[in-house]
């Protein structure tokens, strides 16, 4: 919802725009910089070391390009679909779940499968969070298979295909299955944004002489 709040006009509101020419900014910054604020944070909430609180990570960490993504899908739709409505009596409430995001599915899906891949071969904030053994993600499986003391981040595929290349086979298999959703959702989405072909007129017959 905050990226069509951001992407239709009637929904002004004070510095609009610097928020989210910030919110677009922090798309740039390297994770790297924002390890040890959101370890503190995690530390003082007791959310360290939890499922919780490497989810609620990465919510926040690609809730910026989530919003970026949606709000130029939204910003695309006619303004007429939401005059009109209005005109029904739907409230903005409605509007949005029966009109505007139903339209927006294809958008949506893309950039749920797009999270989804860069969550599933995440792994900075999992090896930095993350200590137990029994809720280690399975990129951070796959490289403590190499040895419990060396850890060597740089060559985590490498090792891990090159001495267990059947246990990290099935890691890019589920990739794949998203990846076949991906591309029937974004060639839907990119025929949602063509405009329907003018019809081909027929040659002019000439006046018989």
């Known amino acids: 919802m905050a990226g069509f709040a951001f992407a239709r006009r009637r929904y002004h509101f004070r510095l609009r725009e610097p928020l989210f020419l910030l919110i677009f900014l922090s798309i740039m910054f390297p994770p790297q910089?924002?390890?040890?604020?959101?370890?503190?944070?995690?530390?003082?909430?007791r959310l360290f070391n939890s499922l919780?609180?490497?989810?609620?990570?990465?919510?926040?960490?690609?809730?910026?390009?989530?919003?970026?993504?949606?709000?130029a899908f939204f910003a695309q739709i006619p303004s007429e679909l939401e005059e009109a409505a209005r005109i029904d009596g739907c409230s903005d409430w409605a509007m949005f779940w029966r009109v505007m995001?139903?339209?927006a599915l294809p958008a949506v899906a893309t950039t749920v499968i797009l999270?989804?891949?860069?969550f599933w071969n995440e792994f900075l904030y999992a090896v930095v969070f993350i200590t137990q053994q029994k809720i280690r993600t399975l990129p951070l499986a796959i490289q403590f298979l190499?040895?419990?003391?060396?850890?060597?981040?740089?060559?985590?595929?490498?090792?891990?295909?090159?001495?267990?290349?059947?246990?990290?086979?099935?890691?890019?298999?589920?990739?794949?299955v998203v990846r076949e959703g991906h591309d029937r959702r974004r060639h839907q989405?990119?025929?949602?944004?063509?405009?329907?072909?003018?019809?081909?007129?027929?040659?002019?017959?000439?006046?018989?002489?």
Do not use: C, K
């Open 101 to 103: 995001f139903p339209m």
């Open 189 to 209: 989405g990119l025929a949602l944004r063509q405009p329907a072909a003018a019809p081909a007129e027929l040659p002019r017959r000439s006046p018989p002489s």
């Open 52 to 71: 919780t609180g490497l989810t609620l990570v990465y919510v926040v960490t690609e809730l910026p390009l989530t919003i970026y993504l949606l709000r």
């Open 33 to 45: 910089i924002m390890l040890l604020s959101l370890f503190q944070i995690l530390v003082q909430y």
């Open 115 to 118: 999270n989804f891949i860069y």
């Open 146 to 176: 190499v040895s419990d003391q060396y850890q060597d981040i740089g060559m985590l595929a490498d090792r891990a295909h090159d001495r267990h290349p059947a246990r990290a086979r099935p890691l890019p298999v589920p990739i794949g």
